[in-house]
């Protein structure tokens, strides 16, 4: 399944880019941003793209080679975005734009266990080198329901995953790893589905979906790599600038929405969006996946 850019058009929008300027893309994945912008600007607009998956840097650069010549790829986690502007040789950025969210060949094709319909190695690193050799895997959800403690993996079923039945989840692990390690989706799915009400397995979503989210979060420190991120990203922003950012779940929003309003409290920006943009209904519909993204967008006050 190809990856549809969520909230494009209010993104680049708000981004209000213009001729001349630099546009970095902390979170390229499929380039849907990026090639939205090459196409409006042409070569007029320089484009740094930046993702920690080589699959989808590789695959974003041949479709961004179709539509611009201004454009470089690097391969790090948004959080070293300052380590690709370095290699680049540029210092401030115009516009930047960060999509926290997964990309859909992640889910469905990248054979790392983010999906709960497929039985894959329970990995959920968002960086490809992990699949090619897992024996030199240092940290993946399997290391972590097979042998973190009961007590932590219900504080990070609880804390990232804001699951209610986090503890008995968490036991349910830590009991079915004694008869057997717990090495694919499929076997983390069994355990979960066994734990919970029934009412639960056939509520709204899946049962699995907030643990499989709160593993990775976990596995990729998310959360402190988007702080680390936003606050480099304005850093490098240049005076007038503007920074998006769209997130996918209340814990990525709540330190973007924290970071904006202190920075305007401050006055060294000034929000553009005074209410987070939602998708449209006709999006919801159309990307199912897009429904719980927040785009919220800031403006560099010049000193």
């Known amino acids: 399944m190809p990856h549809i850019p969520v909230l494009l058009q209010p993104s680049i929008d708000g981004l209000a880019l213009k001729n001349g300027d630099i546009f970095l893309d902390a979170t390229l994945g499929g380039g849907g941003h990026s090639a939205a912008v090459a196409e409006a600007f042409g070569d007029t607009v320089q484009i740094i793209g930046i993702d920690q998956d080589g699959v989808a840097l590789r695959t974003a650069s041949e479709r961004m080679s179709k539509v611009t010549k201004n454009f470089q790829a690097f391969e790090y986690n948004f959080r070293n ?62 290391d972590i329901v097979n042998t973190w403690t009961e007590e932590h993996l219900v504080d990070i079923i609880r804390g990232y995953g804001e699951e209610r039945y986090a503890a008995r989840i968490a036991n349910a692990i830590v009991e079915a790893r004694r008869l057997k390690p717990i090495a694919t989706t499929f076997d983390l799915v069994a355990v ?36 680390e991120g936003i606050r480099k990203g304005f850093q490098i922003l240049a005076p007038t600038g503007r920074m998006a950012v769209i997130s996918f779940h209340s814990l990525e929003d709540r330190i973007v929405k924290r970071y904006f309003k202190s920075l305007i409290a401050e006055g060294r920006a000034q929000g553009i969006t005074k209410k987070p943009i939602v998708p449209s209904i006709e999006e919801e519909k159309t990307n199912p996946r897009s429904r719980s993204a927040k785009l919220r967008i800031i403006e560099k006050i010049a000193a």
Request: net charge negative.
């Open 192 to 227: 979960i589905e066994k734990a919970v009400p029934g009412s639960y397995r056939h509520g709204r979503i899946h049962p699995a979906t907030r643990t499989f989210q709160a593993l990775r979060i976990t596995v990729n420190d998310e959360l402190g790599a988007a702080e």
């Open 81 to 142: 975005l300052d380590k690709a502007l370095d290699e680049a040789h540029v210092q401030n950025v115009d516009k930047i734009l960060f999509d926290l969210g997964i990309s859909s060949p992640q889910i469905e094709e990248s054979g790392r266990g983010f999906s709960f319909k497929k039985n894959e190695p329970l990995l959920m690193t968002m960086s490809d080198k992990v699949a090619a050799d897992e024996s030199a895997i240092k940290f993946t959800a399997k």
